[in-house]
């Protein structure tokens, strides 16, 4: 079965640090991996994608993700915090059963300090 | 591009009372929408699978008839929530999946805004 698992509920970095946000899946078959933004009281917003290809995928607002096979991983990383990237972060894999269904993460709230 | 509405943003009702929930894929058509469900600082919780011209396919513990799927057109998708009760508040968002004829054009599902719906 497939799974989504993002370590830490939370993360808070400072204004200007690296953004970490971690996301491990697991998949018997090559996954299509997605992560999405929420921002209060919204709805998602696709940051990024990976299907197949270049494995370095790079989205909006300056995050990119690396899918990392041998690690299982797809970690969502941005060089420079803003504060506007204060929102909660979904990292989801697509079902490999024909029904394009998401599995969902629980979610990290990324808080970025003045 | 691929932008999805939901109507209304927001709604207030009492107890026992049904409301609708609107979906429509604006600048695309979709084949396929999937409605969820949010509580505070949770996931999203899939609660159905919306497929054009044909009845939707309800996740294990959703009640079909509490919770009416309606895929009329290739734009649009209604939720309707019969007799809502105070339980039933929750965020409620839909994603839609680019496609026709039964067959999507892509894996990504895009998102509408969201519906908050509060039961008095």
Redesign the interface.
């Known amino acids: 079965a497939q799974s989504v698992t993002q370590l830490g509920s939370h993360v808070s970095v400072s204004e200007g640090a690296l953004v970490l946000l971690r996301c491990n899946y697991s998949s018997s078959v090559p996954p299509y991996l997605f992560w999405y933004v929420q921002y209060p009281n919204q709805g998602l917003q696709l940051l990024l994608k990976y299907t197949t290809g270049a494995t370095l995928v790079k989205g909006i607002n300056g995050f990119e993700a690396e899918f990392k096979k041998s690690e299982t991983s797809f970690h969502l990383t941005k060089p420079s915090a803003h504060m506007s990237d204060a929102a909660e972060y979904f990292c989801a894999v697509i079902r490999m059963d024909s029904s394009y269904k998401l599995i969902f993460g629980s979610g990290t709230r990324l808080l970025v300090r003045p | 591009g691929a932008v999805?509405s939901?109507h209304p943003s927001r709604v207030i009702c009492k107890s026992g009372t049904s409301v609708k929930i609107e979906c429509r894929s604006l600048d695309f058509q979709a084949t396929?929408m999937?409605w969820y469900r949010q509580f505070p600082k949770?996931?999203?919780m899939?609660m159905a699978?919306s497929n054009e011209g044909s009845k939707a396919t309800y996740e294990q513990g959703v009640e079909k008839d509490k919770f009416l799927i309606n895929h009329a057109s290739l734009t649009l998708s209604t939720l309707t929530v019969t007799s809502a009760h105070p339980e039933d508040s929750s965020?409620y968002?839909c994603?839609a999946?680019p496609g026709a004829g039964g067959r999507?054009y892509q894996?990504?599902?895009?998102?509408?805004?969201?519906t908050?719906l509060l039961v008095l």
């Open positions: 999805v939901q396929t999937f949770q996931s999203l899939l699978t965020f968002i994603s999946l999507p894996e990504t599902q895009y998102f509408g805004p969201g908050r």
